[in-house]
Nanobody
Framework: QVQPVESGGGLVQPGGSLRLSCTAS????????MGWYRRAPGKQRELVAS???????KYADSVKGRFTTSRDNAKNTLYLQMNSLQPEDTAVYYC????????????WGQGTQVTVSS
């Protein structure tokens, strides 16, 4: 299964935490570059966090210090730990996995809804 599958979204109060997961049954998972994107209502999709095959991470300014992305290649899983969530973090979150140039991509998951509200 090349198509990644996200999980872990839900409803959380402001200041709360969630951890998103993204899995893909692809033997080349360890070589992929990966990213988390989100799309809020009425807004364009934006890159939230990315991680290279070497584990180098980058974050959007809006989430620096609050979100952390990591990967477990043994489990073929990408994570996004989200802390100190705010209402403006409400969005559908998508993971993106790119196996190029060795393989194909990028591949998108179906998305998982994160709602931050009291």
């Amino acid at each position: 299964q090349v198509q990644p599958v996200e999980s872990g979204g839900g409803l959380v109060q402001p200041g709360g935490s969630l951890r998103l997961s993204c899995t893909a049954s692809e033997r080349r998972f360890s070589i992929a570059a990966m990213g988390w994107y989100r799309r809020a209502p009425g807004k364009q999709r934006e890159l939230v966090a990315s991680i290279t095959s070497d584990g180098i991470t980058k974050y959007a300014d809006s989430v620096k210090g609050r979100f952390t992305t990591s990967r477990d290649n043994a489990k073929n899983t990408l994570y996004l730990q989200m802390n100190s969530l705010q209402p403006e973090d409400t969005a559908v979150y998508y993971c993106n996995i790119d196996y190029r140039p060795v393989g194909g991509g990028p591949y998108w998951g179906q998305g998982t809804q994160v709602t931050v509200s009291s």
